[in-house]
């Protein structure tokens, strides 16, 4: 128990700073939105940390902290290419307006606090695994290729509609096209997958399956939250949505309808 709560309160506070440094940096540029590209490094600084101050199975450690690394710096790059040059994301700036946006608080604890404290509870995996015994089992094996499924979809999805985009052809239209023919929203359950894969390498040793609340919340605010519906709400008057939804899966990949 002691391992744990040193790994913990390291991996808050390392999150807790980052988050500070964030603050500032959107203070200065005067938009919220650059908590989104800190969002995927915050759990790369946790699964370092996590990693170094652990005295856990070194092979689990190791193991992920390198997945984790890879997905959040990938994600954060992602992030940072698609924010540059815009201005502050419409979800920042409703909140701002609904509470006050001259008070700097509103900002640092609504935006920056609240991100530092779901990562570090959605990472209790990540934490839990640093300090386990134990060699990688086969539970372990299956977290790390549900982790290769989520990475390619998150990827891949994110090129596909990146490169849809670029085309001025088009403009106006719905992205249907490769993975977004089988799921609305493939980076989401791209996303989804990753933790789950996370998860279950956790779990392959006790007590590893008590961190299970922390996939369950990621995969709500994927798609219940400030995810998928979110998204949806604010193409909902899109020309083609409707149809878009009608023959495409939500959220799970399937085989698109026909029609």
Request: proline letters at 5%; glycine letters at 8%.
């Amino acid at each position: 128990m002691s391992d744990f709560l040193l790994v913990s309160a390291a991996s808050l506070l390392a999150v807790i700073v980052l988050m500070a440094i964030t603050a500032r940096i959107g203070f200065t540029l005067g938009r919220h939105n650059v908590v989104d590209v800190t969002w995927g490094l915050a759990f790369v600084v946790i699964a370092l940390v996590a990693a170094l101050v652990g005295t856990g199975e070194p092979a689990r450690r190791i193991v992920v902290a390198l997945l984790v690394a890879i997905w959040g710096l990938r994600l954060s790059w992602h992030l940072l290419q698609r924010t540059r040059g815009h201005g502050e994301d419409p979800r920042y700036a409703a909140m701002l307006e609904r509470h006050g946006s001259d008070s700097p608080w509103v900002p640092i604890t609504r935006i920056y606090l609240t991100q530092a404290l779901a990562a570090w509870f959605i990472s209790l995996p990540i934490q839990v695994a640093a300090i386990s015994d134990g060699p990688l089992g086969w539970i372990a094996f299956a977290g790390i290729l549900l982790w290769i499924v989520g990475v390619l979809f998150e990827s891949v999805g994110d090129h596909q509609l990146r490169e849809f985009k670029a085309d001025r052809a088009n403009r106006g239209k719905i992205m249907d096209r490769g993975l977004w023919s089988w799921t609305r929203h493939p980076n989401y359950f791209g996303d989804a997958c990753v933790w789950w894969g996370i998860f279950l390498i956790a779990a392959d040793v006790w007590p590893g399956a008590l961190t299970v609340l922390s996939p369950v919340v990621m995969t709500y605010f994927l798609v219940y939250a400030t995810g998928a519906r979110l998204l949806e709400q604010h193409m909902a008057d899109r020309p083609g949505f409707r149809e878009y939804q009608e023959r495409t899966s939500y959220f799970v990949p399937l085989p698109p309808k026909r029609g």
